[in-house]
């Protein structure tokens, strides 16, 4: 049968026709990945160096945020937070000597799991001590770096500012979030000069509402990033601390003004705000870390811990970048939960700069209630990240 539409015509129709969704990742798909888990492994007779660490944010150089785009030349920033840096005994406990700072960072070129590419960065002051990579021009201050994003050859960093406060085990609080910048094309970008300032993405507890926080995770839906379905947008992810209930937030910026302060809109759930309070919740029961991707189907795919220190991972699906992101599929169930007595697990997200195509890779975090536990026989195989690998459809 002779076709009757002209080529604008079928063209037209074409661009309007729905997406065709893919699946839902099954429940309970997630599968170890050993070969990235054994990548962050401090072995033992290594000279003393980086030997454990949470945090683990992955930020592609090149500003690609693509899957499946591990050419053997880029090079992936990864960002920790409180990192022991010391040596490892047979046992596996922490030798003496062995120091904690509050980051770290290393650089990954490629994204195979190759222990010859990976390069763990410590500062050190004059006397080889080390010494975290970014501190806060606030005195007795310091930074917990979180996601980011890579913007006409600046890598930028939102990082919270954290000072001591609260007591037991979780003794500190937020002072604030402020945004770090250094060339990305530096050998080791932040280990020589890099700016720092303050943005209003931080809000502090109301009587009515929990802590705000904006900065970790980000999605680039730009062309530069090589988005499935860019709109221009730097989306920027927060939570607000309600009662037991972890909210997620979002808000946007032009990727040429991420450094603007005044530049970041709100989503209120109908609308975007240049009032941080004014922000809604798009999503109940994350973790204190997260991720957000775009997807082919035109769909986005939250990954995160179910509550703060649960040991469930879900993924969750929203039609939009603003959510409202929908029921929690269950991926994985964290062994490292039971580990010993005193060990929990939080802080999963993904890294579809270094994940294969077809498969989104994850990582999460192991701690211990009992901060020696670290330094005794099998401490080293506690405080250093885990990671799984999601297939998806």
Avoid at 35 to 54: C, H, I, K, M, S
């Amino acid at each position: 049968m002779k076709s009757v539409c002209t080529q604008g015509i079928c063209a037209a129709m074409l661009a309007w026709a729905p997406l065709v969704l893919a699946a839902d990742v099954p429940p309970h798909s997630a599968v170890a990945a050993p070969e990235w888990t054994a990548l962050f492994d401090a072995p033992f007779g290594a000279a003393p160096g980086w030997a454990g660490a949470d945090g683990v944010y992955s930020l592609p150089l090149d500003g690609d945020e693509r899957m499946g785009q591990g050419g053997a030349a880029r090079r992936h920033l990864i960002w920790f937070s409180d990192t022991f840096v010391g040596g490892v005994a047979a046992d596996r406990s922490r030798l003496a000597g062995t120091v904690m700072v509050n980051n770290t960072t290393a650089l990954l070129t490629g994204s195979q799991p190759d222990p010859a590419r990976l390069q763990f960065n410590v500062r050190r002051d004059a006397h080889g001590a080390a010494q975290a990579m970014v501190v806060p021009k606030a005195s007795e201050r310091w930074y917990w770096p979180n996601d980011g994003v890579t913007v006409g050859g600046k890598t930028y960093t939102y990082a919270l500012r954290m000072k001591a406060g609260g007591s037991g085990a979780f003794a500190f609080e937020v002072d604030g979030i402020d945004l770090l910048a250094a060339r990305a094309a530096d050998a080791v970008p932040y280990a020589g000069g890099y700016a720092q300032r303050p943005l209003p993405l931080y809000a502090p507890a109301t009587a009515t509402r929990g802590e705000t926080t904006y900065g970790m995770a980000t999605l680039a839906l730009t062309r530069a990033a090589r988005a499935p379905s860019p709109d221009g947008w730097v989306y920027v992810y927060g939570l607000r601390n309600d009662n037991l209930n972890k909210k997620l937030l979002v808000a946007r910026v032009a990727p040429k003004q991420v450094a603007q302060a005044s530049a970041y809109r709100f989503w209120t759930g109908s609308d975007w705000s240049a009032d941080i309070r004014a922000s809604a919740s798009i999503a109940g029961r994350l973790s204190s870390e997260f991720s957000v991707q775009p997807l082919a189907d035109g769909r986005f795919l939250l990954i995160h811990q179910w509550d703060a220190l649960g040991a469930t991972i879900v993924a969750r699906y929203a039609d939009s970048p603003s959510g409202p992101f929908g029921p929690a599929i269950t991926i994985w169930t964290c062994p490292e939960a039971t580990l010993t007595p005193n060990t929990y697990v939080y802080g999963a997200k993904g890294h579809p700069n270094l994940s294969q195509a077809g498969e989104l890779l994850i990582s999460y975090h192991v701690n211990t209630f009992d901060f020696w536990e670290n330094f005794g026989p099998g401490g080293a195989d506690i405080y250093r990240p885990r990671f799984i690998k999601l297939p998806l459809p």
